[in-house]
């Protein structure tokens, strides 16, 4: 973890707007949805809670008291845990008695935490990073069955963007690919 000054003071080749590092952890999710639907069109809210333990490599000062009025949440190695809230916006574009595909588009913010793999420590995104946004994107396959239930299944694509309060020029984007598997119920009368 980096304190505001060290992370202030970093240079790349170049410069400080640039430093990249890649994750190759793995990711989970949870999602809930309510959604109200017109013809082909739906539209409603969803809650995503995000796990990633990511494996990072990249600088590699961590101050030994933590303090998150002082420290950044860049971590050399950390648990990110997202929970989300959106606008979900979804079309059906193929809708049959028993199959439909659904790509769906959705837009919100998030808060959370994150945990240094190394110390232990937890520093919230709220006291240590401004302008938490996210978007996402899904192509579900839904197979229709007994009335009010549905499977569905597909990929997905995450996007959570956060800008550190230690330096303005410093932005952070993470990127989340995965598949989705779920049960859906109809809670309302569902039409012949």
């Known amino acids: ?96 008695r028993h199959f439909a595909l659904v790509p769906g588009f959705a837009v919100g913010t998030f808060t959370g935490y994150k945990i240094d793999n190394t110390t232990g420590d937890q520093v919230t995104l709220a006291q240590t990073t401004d302008h938490r946004f996210s978007i996402g994107a899904e192509l579900n396959a839904e197979i229709k069955f007994a009335r009010r239930w549905t499977f569905l299944f597909g990929p997905n694509y995450y996007l959570f963007s956060m800008q550190d309060k230690a330096n303005t020029d410093w932005h952070q984007d993470l990127h989340f690919f995965g598949i989705d598997a779920g049960i859906r119920v109809n809670l309302l009368k569902v039409r012949e």
């Open 1 to 96: 973890m980096m304190t505001h000054n060290q992370l202030s003071n970093l240079q790349t080749s170049e410069g400080t707007v640039n430093f990249l590092s890649n994750n190759n952890g793995w990711s989970s999710h949870f999602k809930a949805q309510a959604l109200l639907g017109i013809g082909r069109f739906r539209v409603g809210y969803q809650f995503l809670y995000n796990f990633a333990s990511p494996s990072i490599g990249g600088y590699s000062a961590t101050p030994v008291n933590i303090n998150s009025n002082e420290n950044t949440t860049y971590f050399n190695t950390s648990q990110d845990h997202f929970f989300g809230q959106y606008l979900l916006l979804q079309l059906a574009i193929i809708n049959t």
